[in-house]
């Protein structure tokens, strides 16, 4: 930017004016600071925003975690993001967070996402603490006591995954994600059998055929094994053509899944409704939507059953609960994403959500570690297959940085697994 356009947004020495809203605020508190924290207690680089206030010891923390890309999220909290919201009132949510959805022209995509989703889920901490109540009494308190969870079961064989299945049974868990592995490189989320395909270019593969024929018989199996009154799920891993989609839905009919999750790529999202026309299983797709209107085109154009949201990848809580509002009017339920790629401050985000809102679905749960319980102390914690929201004000979960900071993290974890994802034929798959 260049001339007049420039001179009247930045003063002499260069820096980014007070963008103050036309509206006196009530009282003088003021954000101070905004910064971006990056620690991986259990190897996945998590990514935490503080934004701290003219309060002595009011601070907020959100959830910016895209695991993937997280040095280009502290990037934009840091240099961006963050200059934007220092000197505006912290109870301003709404304009502070569509001003700085607005501010940088080209919009939506996960790193500008989350890192706005790290600004607004801490303002909400700083709104709870400031009324000394849990956000999700904000959001219209309870609808429910508990939200119950679901874990993941997954081995080599059928019968290394139910064992596991019958272990989160033992633990209180009623709904369970089945994964089983194969010849090559295994399925999502199961270990492979090195060689599978030892006369092809790539022998550590993964092939459809082979998936298609072994996932119905891991269901029939548990069925069998495990009853008709466990709720199962299952996760595709968006490997599948819209045919293909159709045809392992049809295939796994009689053993009445909960849902199936991420049936086909996002590049392929536009054949969702007539996916979901043709499945007798309900459909769950949305982890891997970056905006709120990817989102929206989601649940009006009926493509889905559960919206299953990463709220870090779309902005935060403002925009997740009007995406669940919209749901709930719409008859679609939730069923939010949240595996060990999300922080605790996140977990606590969405379990806001998932008490107060009468269109929850499903919850996926994560058992964090001991250390990235030091971390974040207040960690929620499952018990009996349920998770509850701390009663504390805001999230009702802190940032030990001490203990942040002997966990640096480590790049290209992820790219070096999804860059493995191959065909037999040695042809990319989506991972």
């Known amino acids: 930017m260049t001339g007049s356009n420039a001179d009247r947004l930045l003063d002499p020495s260069g820096s980014l004016p007070q963008a103050m809203p036309p509206w006196p605020s009530r009282d003088g508190l003021r954000v101070t600071a905004v910064r971006a924290i990056v620690t991986a207690p259990e190897g996945m680089p998590l990514v935490v925003v503080r934004v701290d206030t003219s309060e002595p010891g009011l601070y907020g923390l959100g959830c910016a975690t895209f695991t993937q890309r997280y040095a280009a999220v502290v990037a934009a909290v840091d240099e961006h993001v963050g200059p934007l919201v220092v000197g505006r009132h912290p109870a301003d949510i709404e304009d502070i967070t569509r001003s700085v959805h607005y501010s ?23 709104a709870g603490k400031r009324a000394g109540m849990p956000v999700y009494e904000l959001l219209g308190g309870r609808s429910r006591a508990a939200v119950e969870v679901y874990s993941h079961a997954a081995g080599g064989s059928v019968d290394e995954t139910l064992e596991g299945a019958e272990a989160l049974l033992a633990e209180g868990y009623r709904h369970i994600r089945l994964q089983v592995g194969g010849p090559g490189l295994g399925t999502y989320g199961a270990p492979g059998t090195r060689g599978g395909y030892p006369r092809s270019p790539h022998p550590d593969g993964w092939d459809v055929a082979q998936y298609l024929r072994a996932t119905p018989r891991l269901f029939e199996a548990a069925r069998e094994r495990l009853g008709d009154e466990v709720s199962l799920m299952h996760d595709v891993h968006s490997r599948l053509t819209p045919k293909q989609a159709v045809v392992l839905a049809r295939a796994l009919e009689p053993y009445r899944l909960s849902f199936l999750e991420d049936v086909i790529a996002p590049e392929l999202y536009d054949r969702l409704p007539e996916v979901r026309a043709a499945s007798p299983v309900p459909i769950a797709v949305g982890e891997q939507i970056g905006s709120v209107t990817d989102a929206v085109r989601l649940i009006r154009d009926g493509g889905i059953d559960l919206l299953r949201l990463h709220t870090s990848a779309v902005g935060g809580l403002t925009p997740t609960r009007k995406l669940v509002a919209l749901g709930e009017l719409l008859g679609v339920r939730t069923a939010f994403h949240s595996p060990g790629d999300i922080s605790p401050v996140g977990v606590a985000a969405n379990l806001a959500v998932d008490i107060s809102t009468p269109a929850f679905g499903y919850q996926e749960s994560h058992t964090y570690n001991e250390a990235t319980r030091e971390v974040f102390p207040g960690t929620p914690v499952v018990s009996e297959g349920h998770l509850a929201p701390s009663e504390r004000p805001g999230w009702g979960v802190d940032l030990d940085e001490r203990e942040a900071a002997k966990y640096p993290p480590t790049k290209f974890l992820h790219e070096r697994w999804a860059t493995g994802v191959r065909r037999p034929d040695g042809g990319l798959d989506a991972p």
Request: net charge negative.
């Open 104 to 126: 940088s022209y080209w919009r939506n995509g996960p790193v500008l996402n989350n890192a706005l989703s790290g600004v607004d889920q801490a303002l909400w901490d700083i």
